[in-house]
T-cell receptor, first 114, second 116 residues
Framework: AQSVTQLGSHVSVSEGALVLLRCNYS??????LFWYVQYPNQGLQLLLKYTSAATLVKGINGFEAEFKKSETSFHLTKPSAHMSDAAEYFCAVSAVRGAQKLVFGQGTRLTINP | GAVVSQHPSRVICKSGTSVKIECRSL??????MFWYRQFPKQSLMLMAT?????????EQGVEKDKFLINHASLTLSTLTVTSAHPEDSSFYIC????????????FGPGTRLTVL
């Protein structure tokens, strides 16, 4: 069965600092991996996704993630945090090939300190 | 990017009544839509997969008679919470799968259901 583990339910960084949100996955098939962001009382917005092409994936708002098969990881990074990045971030893996039956991690709340 | 809408965004109802939530893909056709439930400060839990023109597939532990799903067109899926009770209060989020070259799920803004 597919699963996702996000290390750290809460991450706090200073404005301008590096953002690193960790995600490890387990999948019995080559995975599709996703990062979504959720602002309070809103739905999810896709940041980026990995679909077996380039291992370094660039997304919106300056975020990127690197797929590392040997480490079963898909960590999300941003070189310089902005106050507007404060939100909940979810990593997800497809339970089957393609963008369907997503299994989500527990989420990481990102706080940006001025 | 593709847009998915949900209506209503917030609903308060009395215990025992039924509530219908609509999910629409606005600029693409979605043969597959998904319904999730999110409890406060928790992750999303997939409730069911809705396929246009066929019966929905429910996840284990989800009562299909309580959560009725209809996907009558390529742009609309509905979730009806029947005989709602306070424990059904939650944030319900739908998503629609775009089968184009992006093959991505796009999420609606969610519906906050409060059952009194």
């Amino acid at each position: 069965a597919q699963s996702v583990t996000q290390l750290g339910s809460h991450v706090s960084v200073s404005e301008g600092a590096l953002v690193l949100l960790r995600c490890n996955y387990s999948s019995s098939v080559p995975p599709y991996l996703f990062w979504y962001v959720q602002y309070p009382n809103q739905g999810l917005q896709l940041l980026l996704k990995y679909t077996s092409a380039a291992t370094l994936v660039k997304g919106i708002n300056g975020f990127e993630a690197e797929f590392k098969k040997s480490e079963t990881s898909f960590h999300l990074t941003k070189p310089s945090a902005h106050m507007s990045d404060a939100a909940e971030y979810f990593c997800a893996v497809s339970a089957v090939r393609g963008a369907q039956k997503l299994v989500f991690g527990q989420g990481t709340r990102l706080t940006i300190n001025p | 990017g593709a847009v998915v809408s949900q209506h209503p965004s917030r609903v308060i109802c009395k215990s025992g009544t039924s509530v219908k939530i609509e999910c629409r893909s606005l600029d693409f056709q979605a043969t597959t839509m998904f319904w999730y439930r999110q409890f406060p400060k928790q992750s999303l839990m997939l409730m069911a997969t809705s396929n246009e023109g066929s019966k929905a597939t429910y996840e284990q532990g989800v009562e299909k008679d309580k959560f009725l799903i209809n996907h009558a067109s390529l742009t609309l899926s509905t979730l009806t919470v029947t005989s709602a009770h306070p424990e059904d209060s939650s944030f319900y989020i739908c998503s629609a799968r775009d089968y184009s070259f992006t093959d991505t799920q796009y999420f609606g803004p969610g519906t906050r259901l409060t059952v009194l």
